[in-house]
């Protein structure tokens, strides 16, 4: 089956920096990627949808100008956390479909901001 | 898209068939039944999906009722790496759009 990457696993930064996370289609071109976050004990819930060449469109509640996402190739979104603060620590997931039913998930990323 | 309801928790024997019900007594005629599960501090995997027919893979069985407002998953034989968050999800097929709204889910444990 398809294969959808991210990267860093895991990442711990101070309040106040930038983490950028990489998600990437490694065998298929995805014109639209997914990103959700999961707090611990919750379900994942949807952030934005990634759109290859186009503006992203982010879910009611969700930041634009904290969470930058940047859809650059059909094999490469990445997500920004801006001025990140303890608040923002989660399980941050991306997925990818090729068009069909099955949508096709990252390992996820954690971020720890102490 | 159509609401569903799982069961918080559910245990199965190792060995055993799991059944994972689901309620989407809301659901339209276009809307499909996923189900996906979460391995612990894991992305989520697909499992099998379906609209009207019953449905079976190498992974599980979907069971859909006639009036499609319910449905069940179907684990054959239950295994200890089959211990997970088991999600419902129903929603129309859009090509290039497909995001999932994820519930609360079933928490399956399978007990040696």
């Known amino acids: 089956g398809a294969v959808v990457s991210q990267h860093p696993s895991r990442v711990i930064c101070k309040s106040g920096t930038s983490v950028k996370i990489e998600c990437r289609s490694l065998d298929f071109q995805a014109t639209t990627m997914f990103w959700y976050r999961q707090f611990p004990k919750q379900s994942l819930m949807l952030m934005a949808t990634s759109n290859e060449g186009s503006k992203a469109t982010y879910e009611q509640g969700v930041e634009k100008d904290k969470f930058l996402i940047n859809h650059a190739s059909l094999t490469l979104s990445t997500l920004t956390v801006t001025s990140a603060h303890p608040e923002d620590s989660s399980f941050y997931i991306c997925?990818?479909?090729?068009?069909?039913?099955?949508?096709?998930f990252g390992p996820g990323t954690r971020l720890t901001v102490l | 898209d159509a609401k569903t309801t799982q069961p918080t928790s559910m245990d199965c024997a190792e060995g055993r068939a799991a059944n994972l019900p689901c309620n989407h007594s809301t659901i339209s005629g276009n809307e499909y039944v996923y189900w996906y599960r979460q391995i612990h501090s894991q992305g989520p995997q697909y499992i099998i999906h379906?609209?009207?027919n019953n449905e079976t893979n190498e992974m599980a069985s979907l069971i859909i009722t006639e009036d499609r407002k319910s449905s069940t998953l179907i684990l054959p034989h239950a295994t200890l790496r089959d211990t997970a968050v088991y999600y419902c999800?129903?929603?129309?097929?859009?090509?290039?759009?497909?995001?999932?709204?994820f519930g609360t889910g079933t928490r399956l444990t399978v007990i040696p």
């Open positions: 999800i129903v929603r129309v097929l859009i090509s290039g759009a497909n995001n999932l709204f």
């Open positions: 379906g609209l009207k």
């Open positions: 997925s990818a479909g090729t068009g069909g039913h099955e949508q096709f």
